[in-house]
């Protein structure tokens, strides 16, 4: 049985999940045969609620149909730079313990450039199909809402870590218009 990654950091519990449309994914994709894990952080975003206690890094659940495998997440509040390393770390610790877990044949990630980039070295690691899926340009905000030049050093870096990754992915999935 082929097994696909769903990797979100906000997917959440099927009971606390506010989009349901990874739900939908993985419901259909085990009814096409596939077997399905969705990985996501332990903090749900814009709460206190970490699904995962202090002494672990990560927890394996079943919720009904669904396997999840929530990776303990620092708490943040906001979106500064505590959400963004939140990010990193859920990336970086899923990187490190990605073979305890079934091999994926494909792993569907949903990108929050270029804070979880370990994402594709794993994706890589693994020799799994690798597909890329953007609800935004997410590095592009800063500069549309004004807080930062296009021509920043450090928007630079950002656009070319998304270019990276873009060219990396076997496949990518843009979610809005353009």
């Known amino acids: 049985m082929k097994t696909i990654w769903i990797v979100n950091y906000y997917t959440s519990s099927p009971e606390l999940a506010s989009n349901p449309r990874y739900l939908k994914f993985a419901h259909y994709f085990q009814k096409a045969g596939y077997e399905v894990i969705t990985f996501n952080s332990s903090v749900k975003h814009g709460t206190d609620i970490s699904l995962v206690p202090d002494n672990m890094t990560f927890l394996e659940k079943d919720y009904g149909e669904f396997k999840f495998v929530h990776i303990k997440s620092p708490r943040y509040h906001g979106n500064g ?25 494909i792993i569907l990630h949903n990108l929050h450039t270029p804070f979880d980039y370990p994402i594709v070295w794993m994706a890589k690691k693994l020799k799994a199909r690798y597909i890329a899926e953007a609800w ?11 807080l930062v030049s296009r021509n920043n050093p450090v928007m630079q870096l950002f656009y070319w870590i998304e270019k990276q990754l873009y060219y990396r992915a076997d496949e990518l999935v843009f979610t809005f218009q353009g």
């Open 81 to 105: 730079l505590k959400r963004m390393w939140s990010i990193f770390v859920f990336a970086i610790r899923l990187y490190l313990n990605c073979k305890k877990f079934s091999k994926p044949s």
């Open 136 to 146: 935004d340009l997410w590095p592009d905000d800063f500069v549309t809402f004004g």
